[in-house]
DNA sequence: AACCCCCACAACCGCCAAGCA
DNA sequence: CTGCTTGGCGGTTGTGGGGGT
């Protein structure tokens, strides 16, 4: 048995408001309120509505001081800022625009910034794969391949979320680099060898790991990116600060975000403030979860050898956990745990989803 | 002029969590 | 504790207008 409607399908009116029904909606609440029951407004000023159509009329489009379209570059940062920072908590973002709603940002980012942003590339190399399709496509293709998706990260835990795949493309878009390293390794491409990340990934080079095992388990063609000072790290968090400072929002925290995890305790909550703020909160302890449980999966079906290794590098996870305070060591918890992974498709995977 | 396609925006849908009886 | 109602949220769809052929 399904859900009970929240009102009776049959009696209402669905589709565009007309400029009476705005009127009558408008007078009402304004002399009103809302009596605390959306439910029951409409019943109460004759309206064939249903409540919740009612709700979302006022609070997006006849409210007070709401602002529609005309989105200025100043809001156009903050919005990039914050969607690469913590995702699509379209909520969030519209608190930090004043008159802006969640629902025309979500327009707006749909329609046309995401475009503006990452429509820059001509033949697009990133659309190789179907995660990674131009916003109208992808909405549509998501639906259609949703449960095969779903099906198929279950069992190839390497894929990326849609989500997550575009917000790596846009903070490295941001960012402006390149790289030889995964970009010339097909063969650690997950995803019949398609990269991961399509043409932007980070120039990183080979470093000092950061302890002994680290350093045994090291594959000397991968890249390993353990110490906080690593030129190309600093210069990832100035980018992040610059970027955050230029949008006015120096307050907000950018450690763990860049990982491009999206940790599930946050959705649906109604909280505006940043979480991840605090390193020990638990959405970042859930980021450090979300992180063992990715290189676990990859390793479910390994051999003995592999388990001990998978033991020795989550001893060497717990230490890293440890020291992860900024964002400089969280990239260096994911790099780690890319490069110990015994499976080479599954090191690229985690490399490139790191960043 | 008619048709088609694309885009932008409004609106809807289903899920989730909080609150309450 | 349980189940129901309600509000809030993000994803998705529907619709109308504009531009191209």
Same mark, same amino acid.
């Given at each position: 048995?399904?859900?009970?409607?929240?009102?009776?399908?049959?009696?209402?009116?669905?589709?565009?408001w007309s400029p009476e029904e705005d009127a009558k909606l408008?007078?009402?609440?304004?002399?009103?309120?809302?009596?605390?029951?959306?439910?029951?407004?409409?019943?109460?000023?004759?309206?064939?509505?249903?409540?919740?159509?009612?709700?979302?009329?006022?609070?997006?489009?006849?409210?007070?001081?709401?602002?529609?379209?005309?989105?200025?570059?100043?809001?156009?940062?903050? @919005?990039?800022?914050?969607?690469?920072?913590?995702?699509?908590?379209?909520? @969030?973002?519209?608190?930090?625009?004043?008159?802006?709603?969640?629902?025309?940002?979500?327009?707006?980012?749909? /329609?046309?910034?995401?475009?503006?942003i990452l429509g820059k590339r001509s033949g697009d190399h990133?659309?190789?794969?179907?995660?990674?399709?131009?916003?109208?496509?992808?909405?549509?293709?998501?639906?259609?391949?949703?449960?095969?998706?779903?099906?198929?990260?279950?069992?190839?835990?390497?894929?990326?979320?849609?989500?997550?795949?575009?917000?790596?493309?846009?903070?490295?878009?941001?960012?402006?680099?390149?790289?030889?390293?995964?970009?010339?390794?097909?063969?650690?491409?997950?995803?019949?060898?398609?990269?991961?990340?399509?043409?932007?990934?980070?120039?990183?080079?080979?470093?000092?790991?950061?302890?002994?095992?680290?350093?045994?388990?090291?594959?000397?063609?991968? /890249? @390993?990116? /353990?110490?906080?000072?690593?030129?190309?790290?600093?210069?990832?968090?100035?980018?992040?600060?610059?970027?955050?400072?230029?949008?006015?929002?120096?307050?907000?925290?950018?450690?763990?975000?860049p990982l491009g995890f999206s940790p599930s305790s946050t959705?649906?909550?109604?909280?505006?403030?940043?979480?991840?703020?605090?390193?020990?909160?638990?959405?970042?302890?859930?980021?450090?979860?979300?992180?063992?449980? @990715?290189?676990?999966?990859?390793?479910?079906?390994?051999?003995?050898?592999?388990?001990?290794?998978?033991?020795?590098?989550?001893?060497?996870?717990?230490?890293?956990?440890?020291?992860?305070?900024?964002?400089?060591?969280?990239?260096?918890?994911?790099?780690?745990?890319?490069?110990?992974?015994?499976?080479?498709?599954?090191?690229?995977?985690?490399?490139?989803?790191?960043?």
């Amino acid at each position: 048995m399904g859900r009970a409607p929240c009102c009776d399908k049959a009696n209402v009116k669905k589709g565009p408001w007309s400029p009476e029904e705005d009127a009558k909606l408008k007078a009402y609440i304004e002399e009103h309120g809302t009596g605390g029951n959306w439910i029951a407004l409409p019943q109460k000023i004759g309206l064939k509505r249903c409540g919740k159509s009612c709700r979302l009329r006022w609070l997006n489009y006849l409210r007070p001081n709401i602002k529609h379209g005309g989105f200025s570059e100043e809001e156009d940062q903050i @919005i990039l800022g914050l969607y690469v920072s913590i995702g699509s908590r379209w909520s @969030i973002i519209a608190a930090q625009l004043p008159g802006r709603t969640d629902n025309d940002i979500k327009n707006y980012w749909n /329609t046309r910034l995401k475009k503006k942003i990452l429509g820059k590339r001509s033949g697009d190399h990133s659309l190789r794969r179907p995660q990674c399709l131009p916003p109208n496509q992808l909405s549509k293709e998501a639906a259609d391949n949703n449960k095969a998706m779903m099906s198929h990260e279950n069992t190839h835990p390497q894929t990326l979320s849609a989500s997550a795949l575009e917000r790596m493309h846009l903070q490295l878009q941001l960012q402006g680099l390149h790289t030889p390293f995964l970009y010339n390794n097909p063969s650690i491409w997950p995803m019949h060898h398609h990269h991961p990340l399509g043409d932007n990934v980070l120039e990183v080079s080979q470093h000092n790991a950061i302890s002994p095992n680290l350093a045994r388990q090291h594959n000397p063609n991968d /890249t @390993i990116m /353990t110490n906080s000072s690593h030129p190309s790290l600093v210069r990832i968090k100035h980018a992040m600060q610059n970027s955050m400072r230029e949008i006015g929002q120096e307050d907000l925290d950018v450690d763990c975000s860049p990982l491009g995890f999206s940790p599930s305790s946050t959705r649906g909550g109604h909280s505006t403030e940043n979480p991840y703020s605090d390193y020990n909160s638990p959405v970042a302890t859930g980021l450090q979860s979300d992180l063992h449980e @990715i290189v676990l999966r990859g390793n479910s079906a390994s051999s003995l050898r592999l388990q001990e290794e998978n033991q020795l590098m989550m001893s060497e996870l717990d230490c890293l956990k440890e020291m992860c305070g900024n964002f400089e060591e969280n990239a260096a918890l994911s790099y780690s745990a890319s490069s110990l992974h015994p499976d080479p498709m599954f090191q690229g995977y985690v490399l490139g989803y790191g960043l």
